[in-house]
């Protein structure tokens, strides 16, 4: 019982870090049509700024340097939109696939110049850094943190896009853009606040992560294909789809590890040729997008 | 160094050539193949190479160790340089790929004529670059690799080895252990990424504590994927299994990754872990340090004026390096500046830069370097420089201002123990 | 009956994901030209280019010094990769990010038969090829159920699987450490003899493939990646032809693999990641995806700037990328694109204005026509 928590506990906060990074990118693609590999490389820019901000101190600073960075790594998409992604809607997604690829080496070698190349922490404040104990099972309060973040995100998102104006045109641009323009709405302030809020998530979950890992080069890469692996099987454009896929994801990761170690690695890629093979556009996509 | 491939950073297409597209197309261009800077060994100067890994997340290990050979080019041309002759560096980024590797090492010696490579970070890349520098006859020096397939199965008399191989260091691990464990049993458990390096020094551990006859109980083994994001699984099956120690073959930013994580299980309070704390995870840690872990390095600094980090000029060599470059210098460093002294004293030694003579002039021969002299043993040109193993500290280190280890605990596994005999390193051979 | 050399295969922005707008009757302009038509001369002329470039190509391996001569024997290699996958992107309109499955399978398959002495390496070149047609096969299978974007991240998912499968099994494959000797035969060891054994190969590959493109077959692909439902509503067996291209591309690409083994006489995993699997992709985009030689320029331009690069400066990666996003936004049918739009300009403006200043003629500033339209 105590293993099993501590599995369900990772588990959901691997997952609750994967989703707020690719919800980010699903929600680009489902409005404005673009695939950006650069996603990646804000969540980076997220990571580092936190450790640029929190410094050697923690407690209370911890906190309003999370947002600062989010809103920072936004203000960095909103540039990158007005500056080159804007000019790569309608576009091939292969053109959009080397564009912003190159954004991406761009970035990291920005980053390379910034931060320098050694590997950086950040420490947690005492109040969640410690952990708890359930049913004789030892846990990290800072995975409860995690996922309850992933919860405010999803919450925060669901509501944006059912409750508000701007959330019904995004909606509507996931539907129809075309129609959604001759309907008098300004498309291309609508895309910059995508863009910019898709960034914004990846900036969140770069920085939220940042106690439980070690900040350094390389991070943008390994993060980017999980998630575009994860937009894809939960159907580009849905978010609930995106969760769902997270959810896949590291369930298979955890399943793998127990079941079979020395193959525990091919289990989430397994996951992801299954699920496209049963269900072709992703777990709740729409066919022909 | 070990290490793992991290993905090759090279998707992209230079377009340099997009000025030359009309060129391309007609009959696709060669113009840049042969446009490497030539720069030959007349006029008063000879080239080195250095080709390694200057991006992506092990760019830290590449960079220093360019960083220890600039530094030590810079010195010997500040005393006159190398048989009347000025030493220029040069050095392209392999992105971790053994075809870059090779590629680089090939340009550099046919359109550069370097005179001695030195080598890169990933042991694969090595495994690449030492064939074509025995085919050209070009020594090369491996001061960050340090797989033992180096000196043993892919054995040329072109390649020399500075750094405490993927048998020397276990092997220091497990001699420390038995030297704290005594007679009492112990319960071990082991964690390393499921790929060559991790697995080998895992298994070279196990067989080192059966050699040295520790009464050990091996109570959990775990083999994360490569780059595995979620390792609470693996933490949980090896605090579930309580043991005493663990040794743990991670490095780097992996290694601060798992520390962070293991820390908020509370991992470190019951278990001694066994990894390589040197000063660069250590600094990434900072307070969140485990303080009683073991760590083990290969070189390093604090440690000057202790048994082969001892010798002449190793405090000024400390100091230059963090005036020049605003830090201490990394173990990479360290050792790849040994390995220039090394180079430079094979030429004087055979009075040439001819890489055949320089390589024989070497083997066997000591070396008077910054670290003491070394010698490169005759049999599989092993350098015997030892490993050093202790105890992380509870409190910052007034010189350093970094948590570093308790100087009264420092182990210095003696090379002779470490070392396979030249019997075994010839068996290893076929 | 001849159709392209470099004649544009089809529209010029026939997308291989396109988004959204594919359904029902998106006829797309333009999608009949590589039926017509092309003169003698103009046939005559594209041999003759083509005679010429491998003569270059062939002078310069024997007069270039060996390291250059092996980074062409390498750049040779990788422009059958990028051919065989063009294959699937330009010609098909699938775009995979899986072929460097089938690259490191050809790789592996000369690598290991050597390491494990069951084949010897003429036995190993031969197998390789069916082998990557064996696994393009049942990965084909799985992955046609999926299309455009979900197809791309599937194989992507394929190239990553691959690569996983070949770092774990150590025991088998050498794991991430690779295999590393001398495994080519002693005919081969001398570098000017490889250079010409993998140009040989590598042009009759590339000849097979262009044959192949240039078939019915070819022709059917082409009409699917236009308009697939029209394809499918005529009776024709949509996914039959599909597969049939992935299977003849996992073929070519082993080939590739095989020889990348003759240049380094190494394999690793990292040629099955999907970084590797990648590269021919970007060739393909950078040279001129609807372009049958497009992919051969592109890997000529890719490799060799990308190694001048590295050589010559730390930030390599800022400056391919600025380069790269140039080349994207301003020359989105490529380089070749951009030289059939360059060349058609300067015939229009020659007949136009004969006699008086040819504008454009020399022009390689951004100022270009949008290339590639037929």
């Not at chain 2, 490095?251 to 601060?256: A, K, T």
């Amino acid at each position: 019982m105590a293993r099993f928590l501590i599995e369900v506990i990772g588990t959901l906060s691997d997952a609750g870090s994967l989703f707020m990074v690719a919800a980010g990118l699903t929600l680009i693609f489902g409005a404005m049509r673009v695939i950006n590999l650069a996603h990646g490389s804000l969540y980076m820019y997220g990571a580092f700024l936190m450790t640029t901000f929190v410094g050697a101190s923690s407690g209370l600073r911890f906190w309003w340097s999370i947002a600062l960075a989010a809103v920072i790594v936004a203000a960095l998409g909103a540039v990158m939109e007005l500056g080159i992604v804007r000019f790569l809607v309608g576009k091939e997604p292969l053109t959009q696939l080397v564009a912003t690829f190159a954004l991406f080496l761009i970035l990291a070698d920005t980053a390379l110049h910034l931060w320098g190349n050694g590997a950086r922490t950040v420490v947690a404040p005492s109040s969640v850094s410690g952990r708890f104990t359930i049913a004789g099972a030892v846990l990290p309060v800072y995975d409860l943190v995690i996922i309850g973040v992933a919860v405010a995100v999803g919450i925060g998102l669901w509501a944006l896009l059912r409750h508000t104006s701007v959330g019904w045109r995004i909606r509507a641009a996931v539907d129809d853009p075309e129609v959604l323009e001759s309907g008098g709405v300004n498309l291309r302030r609508l895309n910059l606040g995508v863009f910019a809020v898709g960034a914004l998530l990846a900036g969140i979950a770069g920085a939220v992560v940042t106690p439980q890992v070690s900040v350094a080069p390389g991070m943008d890469e390994s993060i980017i294909v999980t998630t575009l692996l994860v937009v894809v099987i939960g159907g580009l454009g849905s978010v609930t789809g995106t969760a769902l896929a997270a959810l896949v994801i590291g369930i298979a990761d955890t399943v793998g590890t127990l079941v079979a170690p020395t193959w525990a690695s091919t289990f989430m890629y397994l996951a992801v040729i299954l699920v496209l093979v049963v269900r072709p556009w992703g777990l709740l996509g729409t066919p022909e997008r | 160094m070990p290490i793992r491939h991290h993905t090759p950073r090279r998707l992209a297409a230079g377009l340099a050539l997009l000025l030359l597209a009309p060129v391309a197309a007609a009959c696709s261009s060669t113009s840049s193949t042969a446009s490497s800077t030539a720069s030959s060994t007349s006029g008063g100067s000879v080239t080195v190479g250095e080709s390694t890994t200057l991006s992506s997340s092990i760019a830290e290990l590449g960079q220093t160790a360019l960083q220890g050979l600039e530094l030590a080019v810079a010195n010997i041309n500040a005393h006159g340089g190398l048989l009347g002759k000025k030493v220029k560096v040069v050095s392209a980024d392999d992105s971790a790929t053994p075809a870059t590797g090779a590629s680089n090492e090939r340009s550099m010696i046919l359109n550069d004529h370097v005179v001695a490579m030195f080598g890169p970070v990933v042991s694969s890349v090595a495994s690449a670059e030492e064939p074509i520098a025995a085919q050209y006859h070009i020594p090369i020096f491996f001061s960050v690799s340090n797989d033992i397939a180096l000196m043993t199965s892919g054995f040329t008399k072109y390649g020399f080895q500075l750094v405490p191989n993927t048998v020397m260091e276990p092997r220091a691990a497990a001699a420390y252990l038995a030297h704290e464990a005594g007679s009492t049993q112990i319960t071990v458990g082991t964690f390393a990424p499921n790929y060559s390096f991790g697995t080998s020094s895992v298994a070279g551990f196990i067989q080192a504590l059966k050699d040295l006859h520790v009464n050990y109980k091996l109570v959990s083994q775990q083999f994360p994927p490569l780059n595995a994001t979620n390792i609470a699984p693996y933490l949980s099956a090896l605090i579930a299994a309580h043991p005493e120690y663990v040794y743990n073959a991670q490095f780097g930013g992996d290694l601060v990754s798992f520390t962070q994580q293991a820390n908020q299980y509370g991992f470190f309070q019951h278990t001694k872990m066994i990894a390589m704390y040197s000063a660069q995870p250590l600094e990434a840690l900072g307070s969140s340090a485990p303080a009683g872990a073991i760590g083990f390095d290969r070189a390093p600094f604090w440690l000057a004026g202790q048994q082969g980090m001892d010798g002449p000029g190793i405090s000024a060599f400390i100091s230059q390096f963090k005036a020049k470059y605003g830090d201490y210098p990394s173990a990479w460093a360290i050792m790849t500046y040994t390995a220039a002294q090394s180079w430079a004293y094979g030429v004087k030694k055979a009075g040439t830069f001819n890489g055949t003579s320089v390589s024989n002039a070497l083997s066997g021969a000591t070396i008077s370097t910054i670290r003491g002299p070394i010698t490169l043993r005759a049999c599989d040109h092993q350098a015997n420089v030892p490993e050093y193993v202790g105890v992380v500290s509870s409190t910052v280190d007034p010189t350093y201002r970094l948590r570093l280890w308790d100087p009264s605990s420092v182990f210095i596994a003696q090379p002779k123990t470490i070392m396979l005999t030249c019997a075994q390193s010839l068996a290893l051979r076929s | 009956m001849a159709t392209s050399f470099d004649q544009p295969v089809g529209a010029g922005h026939a997308a291989g994901l396109s988004d959204g707008k594919s359904g029902g009757a998106g006829l797309r302009p333009g999608g009949g030209s590589d039926m017509m038509p092309v003169r003698r001369s103009v046939v005559a002329r594209r041999i003759g280019a083509t005679v010429a470039c491998l003569a270059v190509v062939s002078i310069l391996g024997v007069v270039l010094p060996v390291s250059s001569a092996l980074d062409l024997e390498y750049v040779v290699s990788l422009a059958l990769f990028a051919v065989a996958t063009n294959l699937l992107l330009g010609f098909g309109g699938m775009v995979s990010f899986g072929q460097g499955v089938f690259y490191g399978v050809g790789a592996y398959v000369v690598a290991l038969g050597w390491m494990h002495h069951v084949l010897s390496f003429v036995e190993a070149m031969l197998l390789a090829p069916f082998a990557g047609a064996a696994v393009a096969f049942f990965l084909g299978l799985l992955a046609l159920r999926t299309r455009r974007l979900y197809f791309a991240l599937i194989t992507l998912a394929f190239s990553q699987l691959g690569y996983t499968i070949v770092q774990d099994q150590s025991s088998f494959t050498g794991g991430s450490n690779g295999v590393f000797g001398a495994m080519l035969p002693s005919w081969l060891l001398d570098p000017r003899t490889a250079f010409f054994f993998v140009l040989v190969v590598s042009v009759v590959a590339i000849a097979v493939l262009w044959k192949v493109t240039d078939s019915p077959f070819g022709l059917v692909l082409r009409a699917i990646r236009d308009n697939r439902e029209r394809v499918d509503a005529m009776g024709v067996n949509v996914f039959a032809h599909q597969l049939a291209a992935f299977v003849i591309s996992g073929f070519f690409c082993a080939v590739a693999g095989s020889l990348f083994v003759v240049y380094s006489q190494s394999a690793y995993p990292a040629l099955l990641e999907w970084t590797s699997s990648g590269t021919p992709v970007f060739m393909a985009v950078i040279g001129g995806m609807y372009l049958f030689p497009g992919p051969i320029v592109g890997a000529f331009a890719y490799q060799l700037a990308n190694t001048y690069l590295i050589e010559h400066t730390q930030d390599w990666q800022i400056i391919l990328g600025v380069v790269l996003l140039a080349v994207v936004l301003l020359r989105p049918d490529g380089l070749t694109g951009s030289i059939e739009g360059l060349r058609s300009l300067v015939r229009r403006s020659g007949e136009r204005v004969r006699g008086r200043h040819r504008h454009g003629s020399n022009g390689t500033g951004p100022a270009g026509p949008a290339g590639g339209e037929p």
